[in-house]
């Protein structure tokens, strides 16, 4: 069993839909917890970063953790095709790791 | 900006020959990652070095080496290219706390473009 599993898509929604990224992990040690936004053929860059459980909101994107469930989400309101990337949870526990999730391939269409 | 940059963007090499991609941050982070990703695949931790200090993963094979010449730069040296190591190469950095820091230990990591490397 891998120690963050990530639905690898594709998934792929009308403009202006909800959307909702999931992850699970299984190591009750991790308290911090990312996402990262990835386009085709370059770096990852940070959207969300949030310790321990809670919600964290930043314009369109709402990060969740629920620690007791071992689940985060991602949601994006009024998605935007320029949203269309590959989205990386990460996660990790006071040490220099991540462990990153396979990444969830997003296509908004116009 | 502070930021992370990665030469080159592209690089072709030959089966077998040594090959370096470099890094640089202008960000003073003392942690440097590089990653390994490959298509459709979560980013696979290399090695990393906490200041000096080099941090090896159990799994990265032999033929990838890195050097750290100072806290501004780290190089990734893959010394007999073969056809399976073919992929993004990214370098990423975070500012990790001492030991007995208050707040959260644990800074997130920045990533640079990434080097995409080719072997022929």
């Known amino acids: 069993q891998k120690e963050v599993e990530q639905d690898p898509g594709p998934l792929s929604v009308p403009e202006g839909a909800i959307v909702s990224l999931n992850c699970t992990y299984s190591?009750?040690?991790?308290?911090?917890f990312m996402w990262y936004r990835q386009y085709s053929r370059k770096g990852p860059e940070l959207l969300m970063y949030t310790y321990s459980s809670g919600n964290k909101e930043d314009g369109r994107f709402t990060a969740q953790v629920d620690k007791s469930s071992k689940y985060i989400s991602l949601f994006i309101r009024d998605s935007q095709p320029s949203d269309s990337a590959t989205y990386l949870c990460?996660?990790?526990?006071?040490?220099?790791?991540?462990?990153f999730g396979q990444g969830t391939r997003l296509t908004i269409n116009p | 900006d502070a930021m992370v940059i990665q030469n080159p963007r592209y690089q072709v090499t030959q089966f077998g020959k040594p090959v370096t991609l470099s890094c640089s941050q202008t960000?003073?982070?003392?942690?440097m990652y590089w990653y390994q990703q490959k298509s459709s695949q979560a980013p696979k931790l290399l090695f990393h070095y906490y200041d000096k200090d080099f941090n090896n993963e159990a799994d990265t094979p032999d033929n990838f080496q890195s050097r750290r010449p100072n806290t501004s730069f780290c190089f990734l040296d893959i010394r007999s290219p073969g056809l399976g190591d073919a992929a993004m190469y990214l370098c990423?950095?975070?500012?990790?706390?001492?030991?007995?820091?208050?707040?959260?230990?644990?800074?997130?990591?920045?990533f640079g473009p990434g080097t995409r490397l080719l072997v022929l």
């Open positions: 960000l003073n982070h003392n942690v």
């Open positions: 190591n009750s040690a991790f308290q911090y």
């Open positions: 990423a950095t975070s500012r990790d706390q001492p030991y007995g820091s208050p707040g959260p230990r644990q800074e997130t990591q920045y």
């Open positions: 990460a996660m990790g526990r006071g040490a220099q790791k991540l462990v």
